[in-house]
């Protein structure tokens, strides 16, 4: 079946310093890649997507390639506050189908 | 656009007893919503998925006589936990598609059960 598997956390940087979120996936056809962030006791936001190869989702500065060639979706951004300190969970969903498959997340923690 | 809210947000009830949880979509009709459950520093876990005006439709697992799900309309989809044991505490979140948004979800902002 469909699978995301993402870095596991926590990871724990200083202000400023640049992230990286790995995220691969396993999926029969061409799914949509999605990254959602979750702060400390609230629902889920969607941060980025992206719905075929190549494609590049950017938000608040995070950004996410879709690579079919290597079936990641890997998450940056170059500078981050002690704002974006977050849950960040990877996920796919299949074309046409709206159920959506997620990694374990991973906490990411920025102090000042 | 594209909000769903959850009410409440948290909630205490003593074992034994129901307690009821809403997701609305506020600004779009949702025609598929989902209920997941999450446990401390795990991931999502679906419990069900309910189109409106149809029976949801459980997981695997899924206790559908405890955890009663309705889908009555374009905006409305409700939890019911019934008879309520500890080991439902749990953090419970609600998302919402629709035809304006199709094949992605928006997350409610959850509801911390706890049951005494």
């Known amino acids: 079946g469909d699978s995301v598997t993402q870095m596991e956390g926590p990871v724990t940087l200083s202000e400023e310093a640049f992230l990286t979120i790995n995220c691969t996936y396993t999926?029969?056809?061409?799914?949509?890649l999605f990254w959602y962030v979750q702060y400390p006791g609230e629902g889920l936001q969607l941060l980025l997507k992206?719905?075929?190869?190549?494609d590049k989702g950017s938000n608040k500065g995070f950004e996410a390639t879709y690579r079919k060639e290597t079936t990641s979706f890997h998450l940056e951004k170059g500078s981050v506050q002690v704002s974006d300190s977050a849950v960040y969970f990877c996920?796919?969903?299949?074309?046409?189908?709206?159920?959506?498959?997620f990694g374990a997340g991973t906490t990411v923690t920025v102090r000042a | 656009g594209a909000v769903v809210s959850q009410h409440p947000s948290w909630v205490i009830c003593k074992s034994g007893t129901s307690v009821k949880i809403e997701c609305r979509s506020l600004?779009?009709?949702?025609?598929?919503m989902f209920w997941y459950r999450q446990f401390p520093k795990q991931s999502l876990m679906l419990m069900a998925t309910?189109?409106?005006?149809?029976?949801?439709?459980?997981e695997q697992g899924v206790e559908k006589d405890k955890f009663l799900i309705n889908h009555a309309s374009l905006t409305l989809s409700t939890l019911t936990v019934t008879s309520a044991h500890p080991e439902d505490s749990s953090f419970y979140i609600c998302?919402?598609?629709?035809?304006?948004?199709?094949?992605?979800?928006?997350f409610g902002p959850g509801t911390r059960l706890t049951v005494t």
């Open positions: 998302s919402a598609s629709g035809r304006s948004i199709p094949y992605e979800q928006y």
């Open positions: 999926a029969t056809g061409y799914p949509s």
């Open positions: 992206a719905t075929k190869a190549d």
């Open positions: 996920a796919l969903n299949k074309f046409n189908d709206y159920k959506l498959s």
């Open positions: 600004d779009f009709q949702a025609t598929t």
């Open positions: 309910s189109n409106e005006g149809s029976k949801a439709t459980y």
